[in-house]
Structure formats: C-alpha cells, structure tokens
C-alpha cells in the first residue's frame, strides 16, 4: 500500500475472431463462452480437487468468538507444508487446555470446508511476551512446540486451522498444504509474505510500530509470531472465496504459495494457469522472475486483485528455519545491506531505484492510488471474460472499484499487445484517474488478465454480509464478478489463452491517446 502521488469510451467493435468465438458459443445452443469450453483434462497423479470437492462438508467451521488477544492464539513453524509431513503448532493461551481442528477450504456441496483432523485435547500455557529485535524492530513470539502435526491423509489445498480454547474462545492459523504437480492444472498462488506484512502482532507491522508511527515500523517481519485479529484476515478476505468458486467449478487445481514458487517454480511447470489472489503485494525477485518465466512457456496468468508485485522482498531465516523472515525497507532502502552492492535485491518498491523494474512489466498495469471507493465501469462488453454477464459498454458497478485500484499508464513498461476491458473514472486524494482491467497475450500463447481493483475477490461474496457490510457491493455486483471470474478460469484452464480465446484488440492508445 502506498499514497497516490473523463468519461466512459465505448467499446472497440470485438472484430471478427471474437465475433467467430461467440457464435460458435451460441450456435452450439450453449450461449455462454464458459459452456462453449471445453471439459480439463484431469492432472496426472496426485490428488484430484474434483473427488474432495465432492466430499461431504463440515457446516460448522466458521470462527466463534475469539475473545481477549491473549485467550489462545498460535501459529505453525512452517508456512505450507506436502501432504504427510509434520509441522510444529506454537500455541499460547490463558486456557487451562485447548483443541484443535483443520478444515480443509472448498466447495463441498456449498459447505465451503470439511474437518479433515482434529486433535485431542492439549494443556494449555500462556507464553512469554515476544521478543523484539532491536536493529530491525522485528517481532518474534519464539515459543516452543505445543503438539506436533502429521498431516498424512491431508489433500492438497488451503487450510485454516482453529484453536479451540476450553473457554469457548477460538482462533484461525491458516496453513497450505501444498502441491508438487502442476502439470495441466491451475495452480492457486496464496500470498502469506503479504498477510504477515500487514501483521501487527506484538506490536509492529511494515507499515507502523507500537506507537502507530511510520518511522517506527518493522524493516523485517517474522512469521514466528501469530496473525492478529481472527488470526487469519487477509486469507478470509482476498482469498477464501475464490479457493471455494475454483473447486466448484471442477478444474484442476494446485495449491502454493509465493514464499513457495520463491524457492522452487516446479509446481509452476506444464502449469495450464496460476492465480494471484486479492491482495499480493509482496514479492521477491525469484518469485517474480519464477511467475515470468512460467507465462513465457505459456502459464496464463490472473491478477485478481490490485497493488499486486508492488514491494521488493528479501526472505531470510528466522527461529531454526530458513525463509521465516520477509525484509522490506521501503522507504529506507539505502539502510539495506543490499545497498548498494546488490542493487536488484534492495527492498523497496519494484518500479524504484536502484533496480528499478515497475511490475507492469508482468503484470500489464501499474498501482497508481490509496485509499479510493468508485464504481467499476465496463469498457469492452464483447471480450470473452463477460460472455454471459449480459454487460453493455458503459455498465457499472458500485463500489467494485476499491480501496487500492491499478491502471494502464502510457510510458510504464507493458507487454503488448494489450486490451483495456474495464476503464473506471475515480477521484483518489482529489485527484482524477481511472482504474482498468487489462487483457494481453505473450507470443508463448499465455493469457493474462488484471482486474485493476483490490475488491475483486471481496466482490465474490458481494451482498452476503460474510464480510460485513461488503462496502456497499450487492447481488448484481456478486453475479457479474462470479460470472467474469468463472470464464477467465475455465478459459486459463484449457491451455494457452491465446489457442482457444480471442485475441487482445489492442486499444491503449484509443482510450489515453499518444
């Protein structure tokens, strides 16, 4: 997240091939591109997400009341791990004992998780205050083991695991268990070096320190400590709702993490897509140059989010294990003891010195503002990403636009060539700008699609009151980013975009001119 520094155009006419791609749609009688795709083939060993998709779910996984800070709360000694192997669960509470179950996130008939374990119960013990490392302010808990884990029997996918208190009070730890085979799947990219960002557990975040001060910030951040608030908010927010919509629809699917792809892109091989979910700020260099690489051999990629890319990270180790620590400076990168001798692995924001590299580069827009609440306007109704919206140029929806947005910026590196899909008019610190959703192909035959705005998959659960008030977004909103959402995955699903989708009509230089 960082501070930002008219009218609607109508849609390009889609041209011919686009115009040959939906009526082949609805001559078959199917009228949908979603229906006109056909079915994945399935991954090749592993586990299959369509079988636990149809498993029998658990109604009641939903957190109850977490009472004080301090009631229990805990965190794993592993980010994600493969399915058999064991973790370590850290746990403080002030219970006399405590449960725990995992819950599996998913379809499950409309259940949206299943119970896959849970433990017997434990005793329970209030730990020590967390310690604080001077130089960097970071904030370690650094308790010891309270039960080991052995996940065998454990599919593959997201997990949130709850702590249940003796007291009644509860607390998410959210963990991957994740997938080594991506072949001819669509590998979910979860983003923990993000949640643990914005972590002020014990005090301090990358964005402020006990006092609430910018200056007193963590440089480095350590995933030794638990998550605050529910203990799992940036997954229930930016990543829940698309995990449950991807295995409802029955493709296959993998399971990662940034931190993961970090150290090794295999799960990204033969991979027919990846997703990057809501709110996926934080990326290293590896990550970023692994993802790269996967959309050159022909990953389609989907941002479905915004301020995706944005910050330069650094893992390091942290209590026994490698990776446990994501160093960002930020503002106060010439601290870095990267700088100046290792100028591309300064954590500071991508598109800065000294190894500047803006993420439009990858991700075809460019973060431009905080914090902004606009209604998203649809620019090319005909693109096959709203077939079946039933959308009109000029349609919009309130509120979808939100609270950080991305655009296209004329002279930012960007792959070409690119269709701007959505162009939304907003105000951002009284300054007048757009937000757009953005479509372009690489000569691999990838696909790649940006939202441009953060409340994409918040957008998912629009008008449920699962996430409050949902700022304001309703049904209609729901349908229209459900529907959008499906014919992207199934779409990506299939292979290189660019074999069975229209291409880009390239019209940045139509809607910004030059």
């Known amino acids: 997240m960082t501070h930002p520094g008219a009218g609607v155009t109508p849609a390009d006419d889609p041209g011919p091939g686009r115009r040959r791609f939906l009526a082949l749609c ?39 009341t977490t009472g004080p800070p301090d009631a229990v709360t805990g965190y794993p000694d592993r980010v994600s791990v493969l399915p058999g192997e064991s973790f370590g669960l850290h746990v403080s509470t002030t219970a006399a004992s405590f449960r725990v179950s995992a819950f599996r996130i998913g379809w499950y ?13 434990i005793p329970g013990r209030a730990r020590t205050a967390p310690l604080v490392l001077p130089a960097t302010r970071t904030v370690r808990a650094d308790w010891p083991v309270s039960l080991p884990v052995d996940t065998t029997g454990w599919p593959e996918g997201a997990y949130l695991l709850r ?43 990358l964005y402020a320190g006990a006092n609430g001060a910018y200056a007193t910030r963590s440089l480095a951040v350590s995933f030794d400590r638990p998550y605050d608030g529910s203990g799992a908010e940036k997954f229930l927010t930016y990543e829940r709702a698309l995990v449950v919509l991807a295995e409802r629809l029955g493709i296959p699917l993998a399971y990662s993490t940034g931190t993961d792809v970090h150290r090794d892109p295999g799960v990204l091989r033969g991979a027919h897509a990846a997703v990057c979910l809501g709110h996926d700020e934080y990326w290293t260099p590896e990550q970023r140059a692994h993802v790269t690489a996967a959309r050159d051999s022909g990953t389609n990629i989907a941002f479905l989010g915004a301020n995706t890319c944005f910050r330069r990270v650094r893992l ?12 960002c ?43 902004v609440d606009a209604p998203y306007v649809v620019r090319a109704a005909g693109h096959w990403a709203y077939e079946g919206t039933g959308v009109r140029a000029g349609d919009a929806f309130a509120h979808l636009v939100g609270v950080e947005y991305d655009r296209v910026t004329p ?62 977004m309703d049904a209609r909103t729901r349908a229209f980013v459900t529907r959008t959402t499906e014919n992207v995955l199934r779409v990506f699903a299939r292979g290189p975009a660019a074999r069975h989708a229209p291409p880009p009509s390239a019209d940045v230089r139509a809607v910004y001119g030059g």
């Open 163 to 205: 702590l249940e208190a003796d007291t009644g009070h509860q607390r998410y730890v959210p963990l991957v268990v994740r997938s080594t085979d991506g072949t001819g799947r669509t590998v979910l990219l979860h983003a923990p070096a993000t949640w643990q960002a914005y972590n002020r557990w014990g005090g301090a975040s």
């Open 411 to 472: 002279g930012a590196p960007t792959p070409g060539p690119l269709e701007i899909t959505a162009h939304s008019p907003l105000v951002c610190a009284g300054r007048p700008s757009h937000s757009d959703s953005a479509y372009y192909n690489t000569p691999s035959g990838a696909g790649v699609f940006a939202t441009g705005t953060m409340r994409w998959v918040e957008g998912l659960l629009a008008g449920t009151g699962e996430l409050g008030r949902d700022h304001g």
């Open 316 to 327: 390091e180790a942290g209590q026994g294990a490698g990776d446990r620590t994501v160093v």
């Open 329 to 371: 400076y930020k503002t106060d990168y010439r601290a870095d003891p990267c700088y100046p001798s290792h100028p591309a692995q300064v954590t500071t924001d991508y598109r800065l010195p000294p190894g500047a590299d803006p993420e439009s580069a990858l991700t075809g827009v460019l973060y431009e503002g905080y914090p």
């Open 26 to 64: 609805a001559g078959a009688g199917l009228g949908t591109a979603a229906a006109c795709t056909a079915a994945p083939s399935r991954p090749r060993g592993g586990h299959r997400p369509e079988t636990e998709r149809d498993a029998p779910g658990t109604a009641g996984w939903r957190l109850g």
């Open 109 to 121: 008939g409309g259940s949206q998780a299943r119970r896959i374990w849970t433990s017997g119960r």
